[in-house]
């Protein structure tokens, strides 16, 4: 990137980081509900799982991490000097706000069908993933969004793009890698009860 400035109104970007973790964490709450009444588990994320069973619409540790996003590329952007810092911010932005809006469309897909499945079909006809392959099949689809981006990136010729393609590879990379590490505790937190017995006997 040759600019050794951020473009006008660069705080938009910042700006938008935040809100999209905000529009994604409420869309979760909306996609949950039928989920939830049916008294099976929407969201993956071990940290959020209570809140959003909760439907705690204000979660203040969820806030502070938003604004915490906004704040810190605040900071950044005001720091930028040379064309290596502004390739950072923009990256760092991308990387919020391409995978945030994969996860908006996902919640509203989902939540758009399981409110069509509610109306159509009786609870007990649905086939539902377990957690550890929900985990695992989301992992997936980061994995091959990481893939298409960085094939971006060497298929790009604007300059300009090039650090919102590299934000959203590493982004997706970044988001899978996650979902793995939720999906192991996940799995190591199911297998406890099953080791305990043979742990007390030894």
């Known amino acids: 990137m040759n600019t050794t400035s951020l473009a006008p109104y660069w705080q938009l970007a910042a700006l938008a980081s935040g809100l999209l ?48 996003v906004i704040v810190m590329l605040w900071v950044i952007g005001s720091l930028v000097r040379t064309g290596e810092d502004a390739f950072l911010f923009y990256a760092l932005c991308s990387g919020i706000i391409v995978t945030r809006l994969h996860l908006v469309v996902l919640h509203l897909l989902n939540g758009l069908r399981q409110t069509r499945q509610t109306t159509v079909l009786p609870t007990s006809s649905r086939r539902r993933l377990t957690v550890p392959a929900a985990m695992l099949k989301l992992a997936a689809q980061q994995t091959i969004l990481a893939v298409l981006w960085t094939l971006a990136v060497r298929l790009n010729p604007w300059p300009w793009l090039e650090p919102w393609l590299v934000g959203a590879a590493a982004g997706f990379l970044l988001m899978a890698a996650t979902t793995l590490i939720w999906r192991e505790t996940e799995l190591r937190r199911r297998a406890a009860p099953a080791l305990e017995p043979v742990e007390r006997r030894g």
């Open 21 to 68: 973790m905000l529009a994604d964490y409420w869309l979760t709450l909306w996609a949950a509900r039928p989920a939830l009444k049916a008294g099976t588990l929407y969201e993956l994320n071990p940290w959020l799982r209570p809140a959003v069973a909760a439907q705690r619409w204000w979660y203040g540790p969820f806030l502070a991490a938003a604004l915490g």
